[in-house]
């Protein structure tokens, strides 16, 4: 369960934001735009992939890996607070001002994505506002789903 | 000495509420406040059989008695596994009864999880917290027959890594080819390299057929809520989602109406329930 790093990443052909679970179904022009805006990025087991404060540049699609989000307290100057996986979506401050990251992303093992650009990829979903609102109406319950998650766990189930 | 005036008067019948005494032959801590304790019949005699999911009152004398899962293998006839968290007085008498010593053991009581229901099905389990020791004598029924079942999948969750119970036992699980066994945390520091996040964030990538699969819950009440909820969405009829309650519970048969909820008594109705039954009075506040 407390798995240590993995070996290398599987070579792979490239990754497609259509093969993505978070783009199927969605309208081809907005997967293609997403296409354009993409580009892969590999990272090491350990390697940060987005620091807390820093400008939220890229919407990240993870393919492989497992990616740690934290949050930093003067105690806890690293707690994990949710792990994401293969098929999962990294993050929404790049559609937020003041478009900076509110969390660390750290990779947990060999991880590879898609980094699409944050400020065209926004400015594309502007410019299309039907592909925009189901853009919207997709990541809305991941949030939901989050927040729900969030409010769990404020409970404090297991110490109850 | 008996006489004619005072023959002999035969020994009353055992009291159904009288402790029998056990003695712990062992004491593991789990975590920082959970212990497992193995107990054998002091008289060297067998225990008393029971099915995964039932529990017994466990009595430290001069101190009291309090329900406690049976978390062991139903099918050792020699002894009677209990994990315990110290969560208050008695909880705490308990946990720290040394080896060799004494214990009062009353039971089994209560009605178990339906394994009997489970045969040819696919099998989720879900545990939060200390609800996975009152399914462990599941998972160890069903691996003893594990050619009599589809997929089984366990989704355990714990506050953080140190929270976790039989730690060892869960690594050896999670090497058998024929069971899936997910393990998540709450929260965790740089050291866990595992999944954080809510057990029902696991359901997802949860692998059966909704139309033949069954479903056991245990944790806590919150949790099972929503996990019922996930699971139900995902396709598992209510009628196949069981949940084992918890509630304050006293004399354990029926009488005292310490545990009653709603119109259930947990120790002699439960504490297993199917969701379809009890899922209103989980959705009432303060009951």
């Known amino acids: ?160 | 000495m008996a006489s004619e005036l005072h023959p002999p008067h035969p020994l009353p019948a055992p009291h159904p509420l009288a402790p029998a005494p056990y003695v712990v032959r062992s004491q593991t801590a789990e975590t920082g406040d959970t212990t497992t304790l193995v107990l054998s019949p002091a008289d060297g005699g067998p225990v008393h059989p029971a099915l995964p999911g039932q529990f017994n009152m466990v009595y430290v004398f001069g101190v009291g008695e309090a329900a406690i899962s049976l978390s062991g293998d139903p099918s050792d006839a020699t002894a009677v596994v209990h994990t315990v968290r110290n969560a208050g007085r008695i909880t705490a008498a308990i946990a720290q009864t040394p080896p060799g010593q004494t214990v009062g053991v009353r039971g089994p009581y209560g009605r178990g999880w339906p394994v009997d229901q489970a045969t040819g099905r696919d099998i989720v389990l879900m545990a939060g917290g200390l609800g996975l020791p009152p399914l462990r004598p599941v998972l160890y029924e069903l691996l003893s027959h594990r050619e009599q079942y589809g997929r089984i999948e366990v989704i355990y969750g714990a506050r953080t890594p140190k929270d976790l119970v039989y730690y060892g036992q869960i690594q050896q699980w999670r090497q058998r080819p024929n069971l899936r066994f997910q393990v998540t945390v709450d929260a965790a520091d740089r050291d866990w390299y595992g999944d954080v996040g809510l057990v029902t964030a696991r359901i997802p990538d949860t692998r059966f057929e909704a139309g033949n699969a069954i479903a056991f819950l245990c944790g806590p009440e919150i949790m099972m809520k929503y996990a019922a909820r996930d699971l139900e969405a995902r396709g598992i009829p209510r009628a196949s989602i069981w949940l084992s309650m918890e509630r304050n519970m006293k004399c354990a048969v029926g009488v005292c109406g310490h545990c009653q909820f709603g119109p259930e008594f947990v120790c002699r109705d439960g504490p297993v329930f199917r969701y379809d039954v009890i899922r209103d009075w989980l959705a009432t506040r303060e009951l």
């Open chain 1, 1 to 160: 369960m407390n798995d240590p790093p993995h070996g290398p990443l599987p070579k792979e052909a490239p990754l497609r934001v259509a093969d993505h679970p978070f783009f199927q179904g969605l309208d081809s022009q907005l997967i293609q735009e997403a296409a354009r805006l993409a580009r892969e990025r590999r990272f090491d087991t350990g390697e940060m992939i987005v620091r807390d404060g820093d400008p939220a540049a890229s919407f990240y699609l993870v393919y492989h890996g497992k990616v740690a989000l934290e949050v930093a307290s003067a105690e806890k100057p690293h707690l994990t607070i949710q792990t994401v996986g293969p098929g999962e979506v990294l993050g929404w401050s790049w559609l937020v001002p003041p478009y900076l990251w509110r969390l660390d992303a750290r990779a947990l093992k060999p991880t590879q994505v898609l980094a699409i650009d944050g400020k065209a990829f926004r400015e594309a979903l502007a410019a299309h506002p039907e592909q925009g609102y189901q853009f919207l109406v997709r990541l809305l319950p991941i949030i939901a789903q989050r927040l729900e998650n969030t409010q769990i766990q404020l409970l404090d189930i297991h110490g109850l």
